[in-house]
């Protein structure tokens, strides 16, 4: 028979149970991989002591396990989608990395985890790379300088009418199809006044920013990697968004009577 536990050893578990399950909430909300979340997890429970880590990941919560001297403490939390930030996952990272270090013991570990820094690039810096970014693949798929100077301007306010919407907490497929409509129908009538070169291009470059491409990189890997049910469910939310961008395209291309791209 292993003796009951004391007082310290079950808050010294309790404690970093909880920093475990930060850990995973927070790289889950913020964009990593389901791998990553279960890996960093685990490593941080081994590190800061603990026998054995075990977890239950799904799209929107997580249930960990930590065993120590044979007592295992369980907790669950949900997880909000906050939107996809690396410098809150390298920030976590390198918090785990400093505890299997021993350079950081679990009171500081849950303290960092509870202050890690929220950064966030200025909304009109975001808006005016997002536009840029739209131009320059404007311009990779041949587009002329008229058709780069338009898309740069369409996905310009396209991604400020999104970030007023996310904002104002829109709902993410509404927020799509709003979004994508506005592109579609500001670059089709702007070509009505000023006609380029290549507006088939323009108007498909506009709408790039809606582009759900970090979810489904993330839902092939988690699928790859074992994690089959996270990764269906994240297929499912970026196949959603994108079908939501394709509706708003299309209602604005029917109310600006075109058929097709070209």
Not at 63 to 88: E, F, H, P
Request: hydrophobic share 50%; glycine share 6%.
């Amino acid at each position: 028979m292993s003796e009951t536990p004391t007082q310290n050893q079950s808050e010294k578990q309790r404690i970093i149970t909880r920093s475990c399950a930060l850990c995973a909430q927070l790289l889950l909300q913020h964009g990593a991989e389901t791998a990553l979340v279960d890996e960093l997890s685990t490593r941080l429970g081994l590190a800061l002591g603990m026998d054995s880590v075990e977890s239950s990941i799904s799209s929107n919560a997580i249930v960990l396990t930590t065993i120590y001297n044979k007592y295992c403490l369980t907790t669950a939390r949900k997880s909000m989608d906050r939107g996809i930030n690396m410098q809150v996952v390298s920030e976590v990272q390198r918090i785990v990395l400093a505890a299997e270090q021993q350079a950081l013991d679990y009171e500081q570990v849950q303290q960092m985890l509870h202050n890690i820094p929220q950064v966030r690039h200025p909304n009109w810096l975001v808006v005016l790379m997002v536009g840029l970014g739209c131009a320059c693949f404007c311009r990779l798929a041949g587009g002329s300088l008229g058709a780069c100077m338009l898309t740069f301007v369409v996905a310009y306010i396209a991604m400020f009418i999104r970030q007023r919407m996310a904002i104002w907490h829109v709902h993410p497929m509404i927020n799509a199809c709003i979004t994508a409509f506005s592109a579609t129908l500001t670059c089709g009538l702007i070509m009505r006044f000023i006609p380029v070169a290549t507006p088939s291009i323009a108007m498909a470059s506009s709408i790039l920013l809606l582009v759900p491409g970090f979810p489904l990189i993330n839902a092939v890997s988690d699928v790859f990697k074992g994690h089959v049910n996270t990764g269906i469910a994240r297929w499912v939310i970026a196949s959603m968004l994108a079908l939501t961008t394709c509706i708003g395209i299309v209602m604005a291309m029917s109310l600006l009577g075109i058929e097709q791209w070209q």
